[in-house]
């Protein structure tokens, strides 16, 4: 029902006027001659005459209408009647005369003979909403009925009316709006289905065990009939659907995000704050909100089956949702959702939502979630997420978490997280985390893999990656650079058996550390001094606070100044007793297994490498030759 915005037209009051104070508006006599005049010119010159105001809609009194009347001491009723046609209704309030359209009923009875009862009835109710102290009219109070679904909101001086078309001969009609006693009245259909009820409303919440409201004023026809003498605080039924349910996490509502801002209006939200109750309906269909079969209560209703052809508003979804462009439920789905952009849910998803750009979740999800572009989820997540771009929890996960770009977890990550970029997990995370770039969490229980770097507070799995970066690391870390603030770190200088000077850095932890390294013979020539570079992983064994056992495996690329056209590869197997001797330096002897595999097709083989090392131990030729022998080293840690 459309909100009547009344223009108050204040006049001055002669004195003729004043002697008819104590006359009902409409029973005061008028003299007026007027030809061709704006209808709104005519009403002002009534209400002047007769010492009262007018109170209307332009939507109903179209005010530049041109009319004529000669009308010598007539009632005001005569004379509005021969200006309306009798199409518009008259209310007194104070020294107010309301003019308001006059409801027809439609024929909706499909009465087929004299004996047959009608398949329908139409109830038109209208009437006065008061605060039973004050008196005043009371705007935006909820007028509803719960089958049919039928609502409307009172307007200026508490005035409503609200059609309903019902299969019963009786209905039950609600009064309820924030701060006031629910009120219920049963109605009875007795003739062609019009009344006029007024209402006082008590204000005040109920008290737990509520008491019968007598009805201080009601006027009816004998249209309808009051089934009881008293109306009672309803007793709301809410066991349909979850509506009251917030998130614990962050609050946000439905209605107040930026799309529902767009689709549901102040009506819908000014009769979800009155109406504390929850329907159930077995389909809808909407094509925008509130044009549905749900209509302006559809944000209280949850439906088993809903089809939205561009975007729909519902309380719940116990079933499948379809959308063209966009579903937005304010309180739980449980089932299936689609739609051609988006999925917004005010409360818990169980079960699977797919959308062509976005999933947004208030509460909890327990299923999965598939996405062109995001999963956005307020509360926890048990199950699958699947997005091409990222997935956002904003508590705790378990499950798999899948992205071309992003994972973002700020609680605790029990499953497995796999982004093309990053993961991104402020709490624990207790699976594994596989990303194209980077990955970064709290504390990890599992494993953190990346292309390039790793960062954790806490390790007490495993991290691979270019670089591992983490506080503390009791499990193992594999990288080219790790910085573990509790682990190793050493620069090392040292000498072996084939003359080369080496310089190597080790980080990591004592369980698993990694090795860089490069080493060279001196003096330096142009093209024929052999250098290497190479990487390596070892173990720590502590038998004292001084004294240390290292095991080392490292691959070492040969070349001559840094320059290579062959494969020549020095692998080594290295075993060394490090004594510290004071905080930041510590000596470091040993021995070696070298294997050396070099292409024989190299003009330097001969020269070069086959002579490299030791008696050998072990020899194999062809055209990638190998031998090997034992060899030392020795040299000083740093720090």
């Known amino acids: 029902m459309k909100q ?56 109903v009194v179209k005010v530049n209408k041109l009319v004529s009347i000669m009308a010598e001491n ?81 307007g200026d001086f508490g005035y409503y009316q609200v059609t309903i078309t019902s299969k019963t001969p009786e209905i039950q009609l609600r009064y309820t709006t924030q701060g006031y ?3 219920l009245l049963v109605l009875k259909h007795t003739g062609n289905g019009v009344s006029d009820i007024n209402i006082n409303l008590k204000s005040n919440l109920p008290p737990p065990e509520p008491e019968l409201e007598v009805i201080n004023e009601t006027d009816t026809v004998p249209n309808i009939s009051i089934d009881s003498a008293v109306t009672q605080p309803v007793r709301v039924d809410t066991t349909a659907s979850q509506l009251a349910w ?26 979800e704050r009155n109406i504390r109750d929850s329907f159930e309906r077995q389909w809808q269909v909407t094509l925008l909100p509130p044009i549905g079969t749900n209509g302006t209560l559809s944000g209280l209703v949850t439906n088993r089956f809903s089809m939205n052809l561009i975007a729909g508003y519902n309380g719940g979804v116990n079933g499948a949702e379809f959308g063209g462009f966009a579903n937005l439920v304010k309180g739980n789905m449980k089932g299936a959702q689609f739609a051609g952009f988006g999925n917004l849910v005010g409360g818990n998803v169980n079960g699977a939502q797919f959308a062509g750009f976005g999933n947004l979740t208030v509460g909890n999800v327990e299923g999965a979630q598939f996405a062109g572009f995001f999963n956005h989820t307020m509360g926890d997540v048990y199950g699958l997420q699947a997005a091409g771009f990222y997935n956002y929890n ?12 992003m994972n973002f977890n700020r609680g605790e990550m029990s499953g497995a997280q796999l982004a093309g970029f990053g993961n991104f997990t402020r709490g624990q995370s207790s699976v594994v985390q596989i990303a194209g770039f980077m990955n970064v969490a709290d504390e990890v229980l599992g494993g953190q893999i990346a292309g390039f770097i790793n960062i954790a507070k806490k390790v007490r ?87 240390y056992l290292t095991l080392e495996a490292t691959c070492q690329h040969l070349t001559f100044n840094m320059r290579s056209n062959h494969l020549r590869l020095q692998n080594k197997l290295a075993a060394n007793i490090e004594v510290k001797l004071f905080k930041g330096f510590a000596l470091f002897g040993g021995a070696s297994l070298n294997h050396v595999l070099a292409d024989t097709r190299d003009y330097r083989y001969q020269s070069q490498i086959a002579t490299l090392g030791g008696s050998r131990i072990w020899d194999y030729n062809g055209t990638y030759a190998q031998h090997a022998w034992l060899g030392y080293q020795f040299g000083v840690r740093l720090f």
């Open 4 to 59: 009547y915005f009344f223009i108050l037209m204040l006049s001055i009051v002669t004195l003729p006027a004043l002697a008819q104070n104590t006359t009902p508006i409409l029973d005061r006599k008028v003299t007026i001659k007027i030809t061709n005049q704006p209808l709104g010119k005519v009403l002002n010159i009534i209400s002047e005459t007769a010492g009262f105001n007018f109170s209307y809609s332009n939507s």
């Open 74 to 154: 007539k009632t005001v009723r005569e004379i509005l009647d021969q200006l309306f046609n009798g199409d518009i209704g008259y209310q007194q309030i104070g020294n107010h005369l309301v003019l308001q359209k006059k409801v027809v009923p439609k024929n909706t009875s499909n009465i087929q003979n004299s004996n047959s009862k009608p398949s329908k009835y139409t109830y038109i109710v209208s009437g006065y909403i008061r605060d039973l102290y004050s008196g005043e009219g009371l705007r935006n109070v909820s007028i509803y009925e719960k089958q049919t679904l039928s609502s409307a909101l009172s």
């Open 461 to 547: 799995g495993f991290q691979i990656g270019f670089i591992n970066i983490a506080d503390s690391s009791d499990g193992a870390t594999l990288g080219i650079i790790n910085f573990i603030k509790n682990g190793l770190h050493q620069m090392e200088v040292s000498y072996n058996d084939i003359g080369q000077y080496g310089l190597a850095y080790r980080s990591g932890t004592r369980k698993l550390y990694s090795t860089v390294m490069v080493t060279t013979r001196l003096p330096i020539r142009d093209t024929t001094t052999l250098m290497t570079y190479g990487y390596g992983l070892g173990t720590r064994f502590k038998f004292t606070e001084k004294l």
């Open 246 to 271: 917030q998130s614990p996490f962050k609050k946000v509502k439905v209605e107040e995000t930026t799309v529902g801002k767009w689709l549901v209006g102040k009506y819908q939200k000014l009769s």
């Open 394 to 405: 904003h508590h705790n996960a378990d499950g798999l978490q899948l992205a071309g770009f």
């Open 181 to 183: 006693i629910d009120t």
